[in-house]
């Protein structure tokens, strides 16, 4: 059983930085491949980010060269460094664990994680 909290999400002007800071619970945590996702309202819950337990990282194309994934196994925790955000970005963002090695279309596929975090909100204003 995973726990996960996410934190870091607020309010901030185009252009700006915010980062996402997902807590789990669980002395396997470096076992598991770690995801973010998005929900905005009225839209589907869209891939983000994912970093396989090996430590490849994978991208959305619309946050590729804005957004890093990372994870200090230590600290049970992952990031998500966002940079020169949009207001397309804003959203629900949700931290996501799948055990195992996993293939880069099933990191993708929010169906395919395990465990979810409660989100937090992103507001990116223009």
């Known amino acids: 059983q995973v726990q996960l909290v996410e934190s870091g999400g607020g309010l901030v002007q185009a252009g700006g930085s915010l980062r996402l800071s997902c807590a789990a619970s669980g002395r396997t945590f470096s076992r598991y491949a770690m995801g973010w996702f998005r929900q905005a309202p009225g839209k589907e819950r869209e891939f983000v980010a994912a970093?396989?337990?090996?430590?490849?990282?994978y991208y959305a194309d619309s946050v590729k060269g804005r957004f890093t994934i990372s994870r200090d196994n230590a600290k049970n925790t992952v990031y998500l460094q966002m940079n020169s955000l949009k207001p397309e970005d804003t959203a629900v963002y949700y931290c996501?664990?799948?055990?195992?090695?996993?293939?880069?279309?099933?990191?993708?596929?929010?169906?395919?994680?395990?465990?979810w975090g409660q989100g937090t909100q992103v507001t990116v204003s223009s």
């Open positions: 996501a664990a799948l055990p195992g090695p996993v293939t880069v279309v099933v990191l993708t596929m929010p169906s395919a994680y395990d465990y």
């Open positions: 970093m396989s337990w090996s430590g490849s990282t």
